[in-house]
């Protein structure tokens, strides 16, 4: 019998702690699923196509407090097409950090998880010497590209 107690004073105590923990759900309702093979999705990547960031700047930016400076509704606007009829259209820039700035812009409204994936691979765009990172990849259903504050015009003009 004092087994059987002290067994039922265990099993409630861990109910108790299960029901009073604080749960864990996603800020932005639920996540995107990614290919399972994302890293292999990538199909090119250009450097020197815009303005560059401050790629020690950057390096902040993929760090574990990263998601504090998310905002994926931000917008600028980018020109595309001949110069006699060139198009006005939209880019996401979700995140920017820093002094001299690093930015994230994409043709499409990204995740901070697709960016956590796809932006360190822009970091093969850096030069040590410069302290200055800038590029573009292409991800499944668009681009991703990373620059200064003023970049997102170059970043998917061509």
């Not at 090119?44 to 196509?49: I, L, S």
């Not at 097409?81 to 499409?108: D, E, F, M, Q």
């Amino acid at each position: 019998m004092k087994s059987f107690i002290s067994t039922t004073i265990f099993l409630t105590g861990v109910a108790a702690y299960v029901l009073a923990r604080p749960s864990v759900f996603p800020r932005e309702g639920p996540a995107i699923p990614l290919p399972k093979n994302a890293l292999s999705a990538l199909e090119e990547m250009r450097c020197n196509v815009t303005s560059n960031a401050v790629a020690s700047n950057c390096d902040r930016l993929f760090s574990s407090t990263f998601a504090m400076h998310y905002d994926k509704w931000h917008t600028c606007e980018y020109q595309k097409g001949s110069p006699s009829s060139k198009a006005n259209l939209k880019a996401y820039n979700p995140v920017c950090v820093g002094p001299g700035h690093c930015c994230i812009y994409a043709t499409r409204i990204v995740s901070a998880d697709e960016v956590k994936i796809y932006g360190p691979k822009l970091m093969g765009c850096r030069s040590n010497q410069k302290d200055a990172v800038n590029g573009r990849i292409q991800i499944p259903g668009g681009s991703l590209c990373i620059a200064d504050a003023g970049g997102c015009s170059g970043c998917f003009s061509e």
